[in-house]
């Protein structure tokens, strides 16, 4: 079976510092690896995902993640962080054989001014 | 493209009660999704459909809760007898056909549940 752990419930940040988010996953299969976001009072968004291919994701709002297989990784990194930022992110992986997200349990990440 | 839209926001009940949450999901997309979430967690996959097909509800907490999709539209979940550890947010997501299933989901804002 495949999940998810995000290390660190909570990650603060100051404005223009590099963001860091970690990802492991376990998986007896290649992975299909997602990260989503939750700004306050919205609804989780799809902010990148691996499937194939490349290992090097881009996604929305200058996030990256990548895909390490040596490391059962897939952390999400950001140059720099803006107050926009701010919000909880979740690491999720596909099920194989099924179809829904197992979902990480999040991490918060707060930019200090 | 008005979103995935759930009705209530919030929703405060009896333990005892019966409650029921409506979904309406992106207008093309054909595939809907219910997760729960509870603070401190991440979204907890609860049922699936495909049209109107229920095709995974293995996963439904116990047999107090159920899901339909009548006409491969808007959804409803129920839970009969609430209980206080019922209390949690109930997401709804979509995505379209095509790729593989839970590939991108766009997901409401969802409703809140409160037993007291």
């Known amino acids: 079976a495949q999940s998810v752990t995000q290390l660190g419930s909570h990650v603060s940040v100051s404005e223009g510092a590099l963001v860091l988010l970690r990802c492991n996953y376990s998986?007896?299969?290649?992975?299909?690896l997602f990260w989503y976001v939750q700004y306050p009072n919205q609804g989780l968004q799809l902010l990148l995902k691996y499937t194939t291919g490349a290992t090097l994701v881009k996604g929305i709002n200058g996030f990256e993640a990548e895909f390490k297989k040596s490391e059962t990784s897939f952390h999400l990194t950001k140059p720099s962080a803006h107050m926009s930022d701010a919000a909880e992110y979740f690491c999720a992986v596909i099920e194989t054989g099924a179809n829904n997200l197992f979902f990480g349990t999040g991490t918060r990440l707060t930019v200090i001014p | 493209d008005t979103g995935v839209s759930q009705d209530p926001r919030h929703k405060i009940t009896k333990r005892g009660q019966n409650v029921t949450f409506r979904c309406d999901p992106i207008?093309?997309?054909?595939?809907l999704y219910w997760y729960r979430q509870t603070l401190g967690q991440g979204p907890e996959f609860l049922t699936y459909?495909?049209?109107?097909?229920?095709?995974?509800k293995s996963r439904l907490l116990s047999d107090r809760f159920s899901a339909e999709r009548p006409k491969g539209s808007f959804s409803t979940l129920e839970i009969q007898r609430t209980e206080q550890g019922d209390s949690a947010m109930y997401l709804c997501?979509?995505?379209?056909?095509?790729?593989?299933?839970?590939?991108?989901?766009?997901f409401g804002s969802g409703t809140q549940l409160s037993v007291l």
């Open positions: 998986s007896s299969v290649p992975p299909y």
């Open positions: 997501a979509s995505s379209s056909a095509g790729g593989f299933a839970g590939e991108k989901l766009f």
């Open positions: 459909f495909q049209n109107e097909a229920q095709l995974e």
């Open positions: 207008s093309e997309h054909n595939r």
